[in-house]
């Protein structure tokens, strides 16, 4: 007699009826991704020096920022002992890919982004440092680093440097986000995973979801702020969007139609898997309401002569449905790649839990933590554009 | 814009923060990394000779032999012969080193067997398999089912 097991159907073996990785490991490239395309966006700006988009300079940066620190919690929380993680620091292997992505990632907290936004914010924080009183005085005078000069000379300085670590930036915040891929792209055994495209999708959808996040949280925060939005920064960056998207998708679907006319024997198992159990995560809600909705959405705000309220609802209907189509994307890519057997013959599960370590709650408070982090680098440090202009 | 070294001295401290964090760094490496690591591979060369020093817990069937001919009899005309006395009755080094004055504990006969027996679609065919809600009446399976030849 052979007795079912729930959730499980056709052939599996013993070690892939459940899931490794869940929720948090979604999570996890989803935040490194809006990192690397903020972070990206907040560079393009200024490397090809676009004025319409200086309002979001500031604040594309504290984003990456707040997000990046956030980083590594979910796969603190997915592994425990958290206390061993230093040891990936102290005593690296050279073959570990994840070792070695450690690096990537201080490399790109230290040197890159914080270095970044000091050189940036100096001049507020020096200023600060002789205005403010009390603890807040403190603070900013440790964050001068004892220096308090700000004559044009040093400014201009700052804004050398501050140049030259955006140059350095960009392929550090591509290897950020193509290391991620790359993680998953060089797990030769998962069909699902395993294709040298994948680095390149997972970073251009981390730029459009960067770009999208960004815009979104712009545009919330002029209306929580009570101030009117530019216009002219919110269209540059819908194009912005727009384009990038664009990209994002024709890439997925270039692997989507190499998968097809390529037919290699997981083919067929895979194909099953996207027209049942994926069907609700993948085509409906990464590329219908993820991803077509919000491009043709784009589209329209490109094509035809809107009114400003109608433009502004569509870009951030646009924004919101293109991060839930990105995360979906991460999702589809983590949990799909282990819903299938290696023997091609059998299907199982993924098993949600709210709250336990790696439940629905923590991902909940993981991504609403770094939003948090958000609103106190900007009481620290503001970014609008208006007040430093009066 | 002519710039003067002045112009460039507050990057001395944080080209000093970045060096001091590295200094940390090594400092904490040189501290926290054990003495042999990496010596013959990827872990600390000294865990070989812990482990060595670590006490004997198994005597191995051939000590037992010695002195329990007759269940060793009784085990070899059944099916459990494959099965080291050890895997059922745990290690028992300390019990042959005192020349079985120091006895071993009794083994909890229920989820011992369930461990190997009960139906797991991950187990081999060869492996009889039962369920034990179908299966088990009675106290314990010792009741019905000599542990030592299990055939009925």
Known sequence: MVHAIPGVEGFMYPNEVELQWGLLVVVYPYITGLVAGAFILASLERVFRVEAVKPTYRLALLTALAFLLVAPLPLQLHLGHPERSLEMYLTPHKESAMAMFGFVYLWYLMVVLLVEIWLDYRADIVRRAQSETGLLRIVYRVLTLGSMNISPASLHVDERLGWIMTIVGIPSAFMLHGYVGFLFGSIKANPWWSTPLMPIVFLFSAMVSGIAGVQGIYMFSMWVRKKTIDMRCVDTIGTYLFYAFIIDFSLEMLDLLHRTYESSESFASLDFMVHTRLFTSQIVLQIIVGTLVPLAILAATQVLTLAEQTRKRMYATASVLTLIGIFFMRWNVVIGGQLFSKSFLGYTTYKLEFATREGLLTAGVLMILPLFILWGLVKLLPPWTEETAS | ?152
């Open chain 2, 1 to 152: 814009m002519r710039v003067s070294f002045q112009d460039a001295k507050h990057l001395i401290s944080l080209v000093g923060l970045f060096a001091a964090a590295v200094g940390v760094f090594v400092i904490l490496r040189a501290a926290v990394v054990p003495a042999g690591f990496g010596k013959y591979g990827h872990y600390r060369a000294g865990a070989i000779d812990d482990n060595r020093a670590r006490a004997v817990k198994f005597a191995g069937q051939g000590e037992c032999v010695y002195c329990h001919d007759a269940q060793l009899q009784v085990r070899d005309s059944g099916r459990h012969k494959t099965i080291s006395c050890e895997a059922c009755h745990g290690p028992q080094a300390k019990h042959v080193a005192s020349d079985g004055k120091e006895k071993p504990a009794k083994p909890d006969v229920i989820p011992l067997c369930l461990n190997c027996h009960e139906k797991d679609a991950a187990k081999p065919a060869f492996l009889p398999q039962v369920v034990k809600a179908d299966h088990y009446t009675g106290t314990t399976c010792s009741d019905c089912h000599q542990p030592h030849n299990p055939k009925m």
